[in-house]
């Protein structure tokens, strides 16, 4: 799911986006909150309106945010409290708050309010944030309003096995839409998230949707798709195309090198995105040293594709039964 943090995959059109074959996008609880709030999104008809994008869409619940601005921030039973980067004005987000939030945003997918711990943390310390994060998903369930709208559970636990164990197996009781692993990706080596993600995704229904929050590479979205993982969303692609690279076969291609300048083929062969079928390494290499904007429109389509590719590659291996075998080197560790 590419990432629209501002009811907006940055520098890319909604029929634009289309094109890559996404699917779904994510847009932000927290930052939608501040900017443009969420009542104006309301009147609009709600963020498919609003941002013109009649696919899937999910919203986060605001958790993350927990985390990435814990220098802004006081946690309490009751929830979080922030210190605008606006204005300075003090935010209190409950679970409550976050899903009033995101039911009046209207995604089809909402995430309940959750306390991501940092690497490293405590056991104990991981601990809390997990049994927080439990007692707060209740209290999500209860201010959820609308049926039309799916309402998934996250399991916290850190790189502690047994929690994330505990956490996984308590969850699954509730029956929900769906479930996601969240916390991964804070700072932890990839070993350890590969092992959060094999101990974990067993654990909850395979009926249902699994979502892996905030991961996005080749390697990593293989192997956590052999775990059993369904969803993924990530900033790589976009992130990557405003710093001027390419994502081709999985490896990061800097345009702005040199050896660019005068290289009239695609940036990839094989891909079928507007940027590789209209244009060249030259051109993109060009567009970024005179920092034209369309470099980042046109690398931001074709790495998006790119990440949609590989899915739709993996997805076609799976019904063909020849998973394992085709994606073998993805599915190593990185040091092997």
């Known amino acids: ?33 501040l900017q443009p709030g969420e009542e104006i999104v309301a009147r609009a008809g709600g963020l498919h309106s609003f941002m013109a994008w009649q696919g899937p869409i999910l919203t986060d619940s605001g958790g993350f945010q927990v ?9 309490s039973d009751e929830g979080v409290t922030f210190k605008s980067p606006r204005d300075g004005q003090l935010i209190q987000l409950t679970p409550e708050k976050s899903i009033q939030i995101q039911n009046a945003l209207g995604a089809d997918v909402i995430m309940a309010f ?54 996984a197996k308590t969850l699954a009781k509730l029956d929900l839409p769906g479930y996601a692993i969240g916390g991964v990706s804070v700072g932890e080596p990839p070993e350890l998230i590969q092992k959060i993600v094999r101990a974990t995704t067993p654990l909850l229904p395979a009926h249902k949707p699994r979502y892996l929050m905030g991961v996005g590479t080749y390697r990593e979205m293989a192997q ?7 969803l993924f969303d990530c900033v790589i692609p976009t992130r990557l195309a405003r710093h001027g690279a390419a994502l081709v076969g999985g490896e990061r291609w800097n ?18 995105c507007y940027a590789c079928q209209h244009f060249t390494r030259a051109y993109i290499s060009h567009l970024l040293r005179a920092q034209e904007i369309l470099a980042y429109t046109l690398l931001s389509i074709h790495n998006i594709t790119e990440l949609i590719q590989f899915t739709q590659e993996i997805r076609a291996a799976i019904l063909d039964d020849r998973f394992v075998e085709e994606f073998a080197n993805w599915l190593k560790p990185a040091t092997s």
């Open 114 to 167: 959750d306390e991501c711990p940092p690497y490293p943390a405590s056991a104990a310390a991981v601990a809390a944030a997990t049994e927080r994060t439990y007692r707060w998903l209740n209290r999500c369930i209860t201010a959820h309003q609308r049926s039309d709208q799916a309402l998934f559970g996250i399991v916290q636990g850190g790189i502690y096995p047994e929690l994330r164990q505990q956490a």
């Open 67 to 75: 985390f990435s601005l814990s220098e802004m921030r006081s946690i």
């Open 1 to 33: 799911m590419p990432v629209g943090t501002l009811a907006n995959v940055k520098t890319v059109t909604p029929e634009q986006l289309r094109a890559t074959g996404a699917q779904m996008v994510l847009a932000n609880t927290y930052h939608l909150h």
């Open 224 to 230: 956590a798709i052999a775990a059993g993982v369904d």
């Open 255 to 272: 345009l702005k090198n040199a050896r660019f300048k005068e290289d009239f083929t695609p940036l990839d062969d094989s891909c079928p």
